[in-house]
Each structure stands twice: as structure tokens, then as C-alpha cells.
């Protein structure tokens, strides 16, 4: 049901109500809907990206998990990495991430665990830790490990092919967390983008996302379309 008020610049902005009205045509009744869709399409695709980076994010830390044992002696890749891996890991990132878990681990009376630090990795973490040609270490992480967390990929995808889509959907993430009205970006491509690099994963891992996941049927009915 539409809420009883209308679409206003004093809730919204007028930059942005201005802009609703050019993509309707100055019809404020189809800006109040256009409004309404980019709502409910922004937590569709949360929603979506959510469910991806669960995907995503365990399938690498299996990985991680195993060439940090055979490495370093320890499966815990984010509290004891070898140092090779620190070499391709944002630092910074796992810093802020493992002093965030620590500090929940302790409001519970517990040691932090790598599941803990897992929790706080951002999405960003693991776009870029994907391979680079620019960054040597990154391309050998692939190769010897991360690889391997994609191991129902087409023979004719490429590492680059991995990571672009990964990116879409970094890209996707970060204009929603950013409230910026989705109308007019291609939700289906990094829909689709998001379901190949699952399937690449495996073919139930596309399933998962799929059944678990509404943006289709919220793409097909843009108003702006």
C-alpha cells in the first residue's frame, strides 16, 4: 500500500524530487511511484548483495583457510596469516576489522576466533583481494588458492572476468549504501553478474542465491523503464 503522504522536497531533497519529476515528465503522481520503486529496488538489491557476499566471502575464506594451513601451520588465515598474504590483503582493513571483532569478543568473555573477524570484512575486502596485474602478490594468491574457490567457472572466463563482476556488484553496493536512486543503473546485469560468479562457485550456490533473492521481478516493473 503507498503511505497517505505524498513524495515531498521537505522529505526528500528537492534536488532529488526535481530529478523524479524530469524522469516522469513533471507527472508528480509517477514521481511519488518512481520514488516508491527506487525504495523497494534499493532493499531488493541489498537483499541480493547481501545473500552474494555470504557466497562469496565463505567460498574464498574456505580456501584461505586451507593454503594458510599448509602454510603457516594454521587455518586462522585472518589472526596468523602468512606473511605472503599480508602482502596482498588491504592491512589497514584487516586491522580495523580484527580490532572491531576483538572488542565484540570481549564484550561476550570470549577470545576472538577468525570467524569473528570474517564477520567484519566488508565486501570492498574481497573485490580487492581478487587478482591484479599491477600487484604481483595479489596474482600469485590467485593462482595458488583463491582460484580455487571458483571452481565450476566457464573454461572461456578469465581472472579479469571474476573480478569485473565482483566490482559491478561493489559498484551496485556502494550507490545504494549512498542513497543514490538505482532507476536508471542496469540492476539486471550485476543481478546477472552476482548469479554467474555464484554459479562459478557451483551450480547450487546459483541456486541459493536465486531462490533467496527478489530483484527481478522489481527490476521488471521500473516505472522509468
Request: proline content about 6%; some cysteine; charged content about 25%.
Given at each position: 500500500m503507498s503511505p497517505i503522504e505524498p513524495v515531498s522536497s521537505r522529505f526528500i531533497g528537492d534536488p532529488r524530487l526535481q530529478r523524479l519529476l524530469v524522469d516522469t515528465g513533471g507527472d508528480f503522481s509517477q514521481a511519488h511511484k518512481l520514488f516508491e520503486w527506487?525504495?523497494?529496488a534499493s532493499g531488493a538489491a541489498m537483499e541480493a548483495i547481501y545473500v552474494f557476499e555470504l557466497i562469496l566471502r565463505n567460498a574464498i575464506d574456505r580456501e584461505l583457510r586451507l593454503w594458510n594451513e599448509?602454510?603457516?601451520?594454521?587455518?586462522?588465515?585472518l589472526l596468523r596469516p602468512h606473511p605472503y598474504l599480508l602482502r596482498a590483503l588491504n592491512q589497514s582493513e584487516l586491522l580495523k576489522a580484527a580490532t572491531r571483532a576483538r572488542r565484540i569478543a570481549a564484550e561476550h568473555g570470549r577470545a576472538v576466533n577468525n570467524d569473528d573477524v570474517l564477520a567484519q570484512m566488508s565486501l570492498g575486502a574481497w573485490r580487492y583481494?581478487?587478482?591484479?596485474?599491477?600487484?604481483?602478490?595479489?596474482?600469485?594468491?590467485?593462482?595458488?588458492?583463491?582460484k580455487n574457490a571458483f571452481p565450476a567457472w566457464p573454461g572461456k572466463w578469465s581472472a579479469d572476468s571474476v573480478v569485473s563482476r565482483v566490482a559491478n556488484v561493489h559498484g551496485l553496493r556502494n550507490r545504494v549504501a549512498h542513497l543514490e536512486p538505482p532507476h536508471h543503473y542496469d540492476l539486471r546485469k550485476v543481478r546477472r553478474d552476482m548469479r554467474s560468479v555464484c554459479h562459478a562457485i557451483g551450480p547450487?550456490?546459483?541456486?541459493?542465491?536465486?531462490?533467496?533473492?527478489?530483484?527481478?521481478?522489481?527490476i521488471e516493473s521500473n516505472p522509468a523503464s
Amino acid at each position: 500500500m503507498s503511505p497517505i503522504e505524498p513524495v515531498s522536497s521537505r522529505f526528500i531533497g528537492d534536488p532529488r524530487l526535481q530529478r523524479l519529476l524530469v524522469d516522469t515528465g513533471g507527472d508528480f503522481s509517477q514521481a511519488h511511484k518512481l520514488f516508491e520503486w527506487n525504495v523497494q529496488a534499493s532493499g531488493a538489491a541489498m537483499e541480493a548483495i547481501y545473500v552474494f557476499e555470504l557466497i562469496l566471502r565463505n567460498a574464498i575464506d574456505r580456501e584461505l583457510r586451507l593454503w594458510n594451513e599448509g602454510m603457516a601451520g594454521t587455518p586462522d588465515w585472518l589472526l596468523r596469516p602468512h606473511p605472503y598474504l599480508l602482502r596482498a590483503l588491504n592491512q589497514s582493513e584487516l586491522l580495523k576489522a580484527a580490532t572491531r571483532a576483538r572488542r565484540i569478543a570481549a564484550e561476550h568473555g570470549r577470545a576472538v576466533n577468525n570467524d569473528d573477524v570474517l564477520a567484519q570484512m566488508s565486501l570492498g575486502a574481497w573485490r580487492y583481494i581478487l587478482p591484479s596485474k599491477a600487484i604481483k602478490s595479489k596474482q600469485k594468491l590467485w593462482e595458488v588458492a583463491i582460484k580455487n574457490a571458483f571452481p565450476a567457472w566457464p573454461g572461456k572466463w578469465s581472472a579479469d572476468s571474476v573480478v569485473s563482476r565482483v566490482a559491478n556488484v561493489h559498484g551496485l553496493r556502494n550507490r545504494v549504501a549512498h542513497l543514490e536512486p538505482p532507476h536508471h543503473y542496469d540492476l539486471r546485469k550485476v543481478r546477472r553478474d552476482m548469479r554467474s560468479v555464484c554459479h562459478a562457485i557451483g551450480p547450487d550456490a546459483a541456486r541459493f542465491f536465486v531462490q533467496t533473492e527478489r530483484l527481478l521481478p522489481i527490476i521488471e516493473s521500473n516505472p522509468a523503464s
